[in-house]
């Protein structure tokens, strides 16, 4: 009980300091959880390792910006496979699984 | 079958079932009078089944379906619909594909984290598993079963293994350039202990000889086209057709006049459209063949392409709902099912080859990521990843032909018949 308490605060906390940022709601981010595992995960792996597309662990994103990830998220790469993703999430959400991607 | 069966068992019962003196000294360390009497075999079998297997069991009809996010495979009869064990432990299957042994008695699962797990469909077990890369695609077994290949991602090249074993035979770098070595994709088996694989980073195909495993023969052809993704085998064994990504068309390679080179199908289709998203590789299979025909996923256009398969040239380009990714006719050639990637992948369509166009659309739930007819094509299971399911469909009446089976994020369902296929 004092266990849940505890990380209920912390997640309150979490999101007053993201406040500013719009952070998805919990719905919505459940939602980008799947579609990075499922959907990101086709090229990139399921535990983001690394298929046809290459590995999007921490350190492999560490020396990149984050303006970079965000906008080849957003509007792919081409002449690669990447696509462009901004027919289903918007830059905000974006900028959150980027944030995601980095702290695994 | 029994003969299946009698080789597994470790029963070892003679034809006329009984049992021999080893076993009954084992049965009967202190003398068996006074004991069960020899003349009652059917408690004796189930006494001796250390792996619990009360009644014959055939693996003709019988099949895996993947758990992508489980590590697990279930095994299931065709023909009963039903699920007969669980196998565990298979590592990353986010990626994954099966090959069988020509007794049928084995699946080869090829895993996304270069596990190449060896499956007994007779005993429900594990028999051996290897980890042989750290990131592999696919796999195909030789002519005469003795040798599993494997395509790896990375370090990018092939590897073949001893089916029974697992031990390691050949190591082949896909290194196209000093220090340069390619992802390797489809990798498929050829007529003459031969294997027939496509460099994603280099352009290339590359067949690997392996009649003297000791000394594996390797013939490059170069310059192919950019960004071979996936390729195929034609059921004859013939014709190895690999898709590109990066240029238009298909790029061919006859194995009867390897002398000639591998020339492009369709050079010029779609080059200066402007290509919708793929947001899921599509993937080529020998199923695409479908008597004189070959239907291909188109790459960036939501059509799937009707090639005459006498002249190479393009029939019709029939339109479809999303981006293809698996364009599989059914084993009669009458229909071609197509599934698609996302956002249309609840969908899928179905094209009567006598018309050459779509007939009929299903939308059987969430997310369809596979399906696998049966050998003579009356039912075709499909893969719902979403809704945790595998539905069967009869493919003359698009009804239900079963209830639907309980899988955890099923993608990938393999049929044991695929052990006599080429190219499978
Ligand atoms: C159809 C295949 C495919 C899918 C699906 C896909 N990617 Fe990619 N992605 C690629 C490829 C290929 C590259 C490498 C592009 C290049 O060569 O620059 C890439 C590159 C990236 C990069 C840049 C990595 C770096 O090190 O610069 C990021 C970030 C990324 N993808 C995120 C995603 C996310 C998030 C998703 C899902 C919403 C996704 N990708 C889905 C194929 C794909």
């Known amino acids: 009980m004092i266990k849940k308490l505890l990380l209920t605060g912390c997640l309150i906390a979490t999101s007053f300091i993201h ?4 952070e998805p709601t919990s719905a919505r981010q459940t939602e980008l959880h799947n579609l990075l595992k499922n959907d990101c995960g086709a090229c990139h792996g399921l535990t983001l390792q690394g298929g046809m597309g290459p590995a999007l662990l921490p350190e492999k994103l560490a020396g990149k910006p984050d303006e970079l990830l965000v906008t ?31 702290n695994r | 079958m029994n003969k299946l069966l009698l080789a597994s068992n470790n029963v070892g019962w003679a034809d006329d079932r009984k049992p021999n003196k080893l076993m009954l000294k084992m049965l009967y360390p202190l003398g068996h009078k006074g004991f069960l009497s020899s003349a009652q075999p059917t408690i004796l079998a189930l006494m001796l089944s250390f792996n619990v297997l009360a009644e014959p069991r055939a693996t003709g009809d019988l099949g895996l379906i993947i758990e992508r996010e ?27 594909t099966v090959v069988f042994s020509r007794d049928q008695r084995y699946a080869y699962v090829f895993g996304r984290d270069g596990g190449l797990s060896k499956i007994d469909l007779l005993q429900d077990q594990l028999a051996k598993r290897i980890v042989q890369a750290g990131n592999s695609i696919g796999g195909a077994i030789s002519q005469d079963g003795k040798l599993i290949a494997v395509s790896n991602y990375e370090p990018g090249g092939v590897k073949v293994f001893a ?15 000093p220090g340069k070595r390619s992802k390797v994709v489809g990798l498929v088996d050829a007529p003459g202990q031969k294997f027939v694989f496509s460099l994603f980073d280099a352009g290339e195909i590359w067949t690997l000889d392996m009649k003297n495993p000791q000394k594996p023969a390797i013939a490059k052809f170069k310059n192919i086209g950019k960004e071979p993704y996936d390729a195929l085998m034609s059921p004859e064994g013939r014709f190895y057709i690999a898709g590109l990504f990066g240029e238009s068309g298909l790029a061919l390679l006859d194995l009867w006049d390897t002398a000639a080179g591998v020339k492009r199908i369709l050079p010029t289709y779609g080059k200066d459209d402007d290509k919708l998203p793929v947001y899921k590789m599509p993937h080529l299979e020998g199923w695409a063949m479908a008597g004189d025909l070959l239907f291909a996923p188109a790459i960036g256009k939501h059509e799937v392409l009707v090639i005459n398969k006498r002249d190479w040239t393009l ?3 029939i339109p479809v709902l999303g981006q ?101």
């Not at chain 2, 031990?167 to 770098?173: N, S």
């Not at chain 2, 050639?333 to 299903?362: C, E, G, S, Y």
């Open chain 2, 324 to 424: 293809p990714v698996f364009v599989m006719a059914r084993p009669d050639a009458r229909q071609v099912w197509v599934n698609f990637a996302m956002p249309d992948n609840n969908h899928l369509q179905i094209i009567d080859v006598k018309d050459l166009a779509v007939t009929n659309m299903l939308t059987p739930g969430k997310a369809v990521l596979h399906m696998e007819f049966t050998p003579r094509g009356e039912q075709v299971w499909v893969a719902l990843r979403d809704d945790n399911q595998v539905v069967v469909y009869d493919t003359a009446t698009l009804q239900e032909a079963a209830p639907r089976l309980a899988a955890q994020h099923p993608n990938g369902i393999f049929f044991s018949s695929r052990a006599h296929k080429i190219g499978f």
């Open chain 2, 70 to 96: 489980d590590s697990t495979a279930l095994i299931i009869n065709t023909t009963e619909h039903k699920q007969l064990a669980k196998i565990t432990g298979l590592g990353d299957l986010s990626h994954a």
């Open chain 1, 72 to 102: 080849t998220i957003l509007e792919g790469r081409k002449g690669t496979a990447m696509p462009p993703w901004k027919p289903f999430m918007n830059r905000d959400e974006v900028v959150w699984l980027v944030g995601v991607l980095r």
């Open chain 1, 19 to 22: 406040a500013s940022q719009a």
């Open chain 2, 315 to 317: 029939l019709k380009a």
């Open chain 2, 163 to 177: 089916a029974d074993t697992l031990e390691l035979v050949a190591d082949i770098p896909a290194e196209y350039a």
